[in-house]
């Protein structure tokens, strides 16, 4: 069989199956940037390849996929973070300009080059670690042309480096000042002026929404999930994070893709996730960079079935974290994940939390998106702590 090129000599996590889907003598071949076998050597078709590379035992998973980041956003939150640790409460911070608003200012004064120049060193950082899909957000620009600036920065992360990127349209994060006082205005503003254009130039992948008590209502949410339905786009949510709206609920109504956050999830949500498919996309840098307390209930979406994703959600306020790595790490240690679920959280349930049947797992049929490690077992990509043993990057075959 003609193939492009061949991995041979490697262990594989294949990710099929309920866990690691472990092959100790594997060989991965793949033909037009599409996988055409994975599986036992001993078990392949002879294949004739232009390329073989000798994997000398190394393991080789799924390209790791990022499936919640808002890596486009201007300026930082460094001097709020340090007035946090000098004893400034949120209030305080707030009222000397900091918070989500002072993200927004940065954002809004920020020329699209300025966003892909702030944007790549922190995809720089995930690809260096194996990502090859990340999903990247709007939702700090709180009016039109600016959020439709981030989507189209977002776009060409795509374009300058070689890596999958998904977008999300996430204009109802907060509620801008020029709105204040006025949530349901600035939702229809959305609704009625804003996606339409976002959809016409097929710049979103889907569209999310901050639902909370800081945030938006179950309502305010409803409404924007009913405009993103008549433009043909998938939904997503921000839900339970410190409260519990039904978002998570709502969301499941909806056919989300998933919902993320999720500490203050509860039975009737997790029932409800369960019976439409909708993946719990659990977030833990946020949760540590915040100091949460109340755990999301893993067990009881382990026992329910419900799905598992980990993500970043690499952000200027909460979780300025861009290590999918540490992120397993802390999955592990603060959630109690295991180290399959871990894995299965940054390869095939964060496919399914962005709608993507065509990767996650080493089988024919799925793009050739490959990790490659030098590690002696897959425990030790959960295991450590700032330290990186990617050996080898491939996208799409390449």
Not at 57 to 86: K, S, Y
Request: aromatic share 6%; glycine share 10%; charged share 20%.
């Amino acid at each position: 069989m003609q193939c492009d090129t061949v991995w041979k000599g490697a262990r594989l996590a294949t990710m099929t199956g309920d866990g690691l889907g472990v092959v100790e003598h594997g060989l991965i071949a793949a033909r037009g940037g599409m996988i055409v076998y994975a599986g036992p050597a001993d078990e392949a078709p002879a294949f004739a390849a232009a390329t073989v590379i000798d994997c000398e035992g190394r393991w080789i998973t799924p390209g790791l996929i990022d499936c919640h980041t808002h890596l486009i956003h201007g300026g930082d939150r460094a001097a709020e973070f340090e007035m946090r640790l000098d004893g400034a409460s949120y209030e305080e911070i707030a009222r000397a300009g900091g918070g989500i608003v002072s993200t927004m200012r940065a954002t809004r004064a920020a020329s699209e080059d300025a966003l892909v120049a702030g944007a790549l060193p922190r995809l720089d950082a995930l690809i260096a670690e194996g990502a090859t899909t990340v999903e990247v957000k709007s939702g700090y620009g709180l009016d039109g042309e600016s959020e439709i600036r981030m989507l189209r920065a977002a776009r060409r992360l795509g374009e300058e480096r070689a890596v999958s990127i998904t977008t999300t349209f996430l204009g109802a994060h907060a509620l801008p000042p020029e709105f204040a006082h006025d949530a349901d205005g600035y939702i229809a503003m959305l609704c009625d002026e804003v996606l339409p254009q976002v959809a016409a130039l097929g710049l979103a992948d889907a569209v999310d929404a901050f639902c909370e008590g800081i945030g938006f209502s179950v309502e305010q949410t409803e409404r924007m999930f009913a405009a993103a339905a008549r433009h043909g786009l998938p939904v997503k949510l921000h839900a339970e994070q410190l409260s519990n709206l039904h978002g998570a609920a709502l969301a499941a109504r909806h056919g989300a893709l998933s919902a993320d956050h999720l500490e203050h999830l509860d039975e009737a949500g997790i029932a409800a996730m369960a019976a439409s498919g909708t993946v719990a996309t659990l977030l833990p840098g946020a949760y540590y960079f915040v100091r949460e307390t109340k755990l999301p209930p893993v067990g009881a979406l382990r026992d329910a079935g419900v799905r598992i994703a980990l993500a970043t959600d690499c952000n200027p306020g909460t979780s300025p974290l861009t290590s999918l790595l540490l992120t397993m790490n802390m999955g592990a240690t603060l959630f109690r994940l295991t180290v399959a679920e871990c894995l299965a959280g940054v390869t095939r349930n964060a496919a399914l939390a962005l709608g993507l049947s065509d990767r996650g797992t080493l089988e024919a049929g799925k793009r050739c998106d490959l990790a490659i490690w030098d590690v002696e077992r897959p425990a030790e990509l959960v295991y450590r702590m700032g330290f990186n043993p990617l050996h080898a990057r491939i996208w799409s075959g390449q």
